[in-house]
């Protein structure tokens, strides 16, 4: 199913992701840094929460834009073959990023 998610949303899934991923990692102040300065500052405490926090985000964003692109071009609902391929490929990307970023979150 496509809908249209808003950008903001978006951003606001991320900013979480990179904010639990920081707290994890001891990263002082984290609720006031931006995502970008979060994953530098995650790297420098822990290089491996800090790549898998960066594939979540990398999947998420490549499905969001796979998905607003399909909405966009009028294609929901009507994808062809070739399209709906990729998108179970994006959307099985995020799920198994999503996973790796909770477990090492969690551990």
């Known amino acids: 199913m496509f809908y249209r998610m808003a950008r903001e949303d978006v ?15 001891g990263v002082p102040g984290a609720e006031w840094d931006p995502r970008d300065e979060l994953r530098e500052k995650i790297a420098a405490r822990d290089d491996v929460l800090a790549e898998t926090l960066t594939s979540f985000i990398d999947a998420y ?18 994808l062809t073959s070739e399209q709906t391929s990729d998108h179970v490929k994006l959307v099985g990307a995020v799920a198994s990023t999503r996973a790796a970023l909770l477990a090492a979150i969690r551990k």
Do not use: H, P, T, Y
């Open 61 to 78: 964003e490549e499905w969001f834009k796979f998905n607003d692109d399909v909405i966009e071009n009028g294609s929901a609902g009507n």
């Open 11 to 25: 951003d606001m899934v991320l900013n979480f992701a990179a904010f639990s991923a920081a707290l994890k990692a």
